[in-house]
């Protein structure tokens, strides 16, 4: 019989039981700096910049591009470490084989939280698996929180942070939204649109290196902004960070997931979408049962569970 995994390091376990709310410099940072900002249009480096820019977040934006003096009509630097502020948030979108020089970067530089937008890690094979291993290496000894790769990014709607490459920002509500699947990202936002749905955080958590479920429902947990909490789960990660925080927090506020694969097309979809082990749908049942999750079939049920 297939159990869940728990193999993740321990660095990421109940981690927020004993810092001070440490995913503060990703969901409300004071100072953000774009890794591969430039002007190229329909780059994501763009794209991104431009976001931050377009909404008034509390922040101060700084891009990084090694070869141009300003992006979007601000001043550049060429590196983190020649920004004259200490960053909170590195937003990166570089190529997946700089990723690793670029986390060192931050890391030397006192950064406390990332997102990596980048792809080309562990859902290409052994080649992005040791890049992985590079940056786990880095943040094992660091106080740096990381979100990806290969992810969308985060939207604080309530604060007006827009640390994402789509089209558009999330409207303000209650429900807290966490998806391993960008695309999905992108077609419940144009829903929610549609719908007049709000949120008080908009996260694509991607292939969850670092930050990873339990991390998130933890602070969602904490957020008196959030009033429920949806997901959509390719595969489970750290399962006894998952349940611990699930049967913590479910007590308070409803969890309701979509977990992809219950049937062995999904599974296979979901595995070469993240390069993730999609695990027994049998145990997951059986686990969102014993921790309070309320698991739902449909999309259209995620919304509509959260609303009763």
């Not at 780059?43 to 909404?55: A, D, K, Y």
């Not at 209650?174 to 007049?196: K, M, P």
């Amino acid at each position: 019989m297939q159990t869940l995994s728990t193999s993740a390091s321990d660095r990421t376990y109940d981690i927020l039981r004993t810092e001070h709310r440490p995913l503060d410099a990703i969901f409300a940072p004071k100072s953000v700096a774009v890794i591969g900002a430039t002007d190229r249009p329909g780059s994501v480096g763009r794209i991104v910049l431009w976001n931050l820019l377009s909404h008034s977040f509390g922040g101060t934006v700084y891009p990084v591009n090694l070869k141009r003096h300003s992006v979007l009509g601000i001043k550049a630097y060429p590196t983190i470490a020649d920004i004259p502020e200490s960053i909170d948030l590195a937003i990166i979108a570089t190529p997946a084989s700089t990723v690793p020089g670029v986390i060192q970067d931050c890391v030397n530089a006192g950064v406390k939280g990332a997102i990596v937008l980048s792809a080309g890690f562990k859902e290409i094979g052994a080649d992005g698996i040791e890049l992985e291993q590079q940056i786990c290496q880095q943040l094992h000894q660091s106080q740096l929180r990381l979100i990806g790769p290969n992810c969308l990014g985060v939207m604080n709607p309530v604060t007006g942070l827009n640390a994402t490459f789509a089209n558009a920002m999330a409207r303000p509500g209650n429900v807290g939204f966490i998806s391993q699947s960008g695309a999905l990202c992108s077609a419940i936002l144009d829903w929610s649109f549609r719908e007049n749905v709000g949120f008080s955080a908009f996260v694509s958590i991607g292939s969850m290196l670092d930050v990873n479920w339990g991390d998130l429902i933890y602070y969602l947990g904490d957020d008196p902004n959030t009033h429920s909490i949806v997901m959509y789960m390719e595969s489970i990660g750290d399962a006894r960070s998952f349940l611990s925080a699930a049967r913590e927090v479910a007590l308070t506020k409803p969890i309701i997931v979509l977990k992809a694969g219950r049937t062995e097309a999904a599974a296979q979809a979901a595995t070469s979408h993240t390069g993730a082990l999609a695990g027994s749908d049998v145990v997951l049942d059986a686990a969102f049962r014993r921790s309070g999750v309320l698991r739902v079939d449909r999309i259209s049920d995620l919304f509509n569970m959260a609303e009763v």
